[in-house]
């Protein structure tokens, strides 16, 4: 497993470990030779302010070797790395108060990166070849300093071993409201889906892979919480700050989503 990829000394964010296991757990994409799609829905409050990029996602060195990551910048726009390249939207504040979902669409055959927010193409670029060995982590990037982390909400992060075409794309926006990714046309393709509470065995100590090995182990200050909690609120959201962490009921209700079964 590797080191925490430069994570800030203290505050609350998700880490992954380095999930390079291969075959269909893998995550550690390389952008020349794998297509993929990453998912991840948030919301941040209207008017917050911050100097350096908040990082939803992150699989980074810093400087060079920079495999993936999702970002936001002060402007509200989303970055978002791809094998060292960096592509931004423009034009949209999205640090609005409203939930929004960013999907980072890899295809390798180009290779071209395409980025789209909330189901409309935003961003389109060309990534280079960049592996790390650093962890994947949620809410934490290589940044030093608590402006590196992310103070909000995410939900239903996924990874897919496929680059979606226009009708995986709507499938997954589905209107801006979450639906059930085990019945997705690329549902095959699923490696990894973190519920954010709503998942089977989702603690706040231990966020559970619906479908794979990858699990995402709560850290505050780069140790494993002590603490979990057992009985969860369906329709859950994951509130991530510097200072706390928690779960919370702010997501697939406020969207008229799915149900757990």
Known sequence: EGDDGGAPANGSYLNMGAVDGGGATN????????????????????????????????????????????????????????????????????????????????????????????????????????????????????????????TGYLDEVSFWGAAFNPIGIAALWNGGVPSDLTKHPESGQLRTWLRMGDGVGDTLALIKDQVGPNDATLLVEGSPTPAAIEDLPRYSSIYISPTGYEITNLHEDTYGGIKDA
């Open 27 to 150: 995550l550690d994409f390389d952008a020349t030779t794998t297509s993929f799609t990453i998912s991840v829905w948030f919301k941040m409050a209207a008017g917050f302010s911050f100097s350096t990029p908040i990082y939803f996602i992150s699989k980074l060195l810093g400087g060079s070797n920079n495999q993936y990551c999702i970002a936001i910048n002060s402007l509200g726009n989303i970055d978002v790395i791809v094998g060292d390249t960096i592509g931004s939207t423009s034009g949209t504040n999205y640090i609005d108060g409203e939930w929004h979902n960013v999907m980072v669409i890899n295809n390798h055959a180009g290779p071209t990166t395409t980025v789209y927010v909330d189901g409309t193409l935003t961003n389109t670029f060309v990534p280079t070849n960049a592996t790390t060995t650093n962890d994947l982590l949620i809410g934490a990037g290589y940044e030093v300093g608590a402006n590196g982390y992310l």
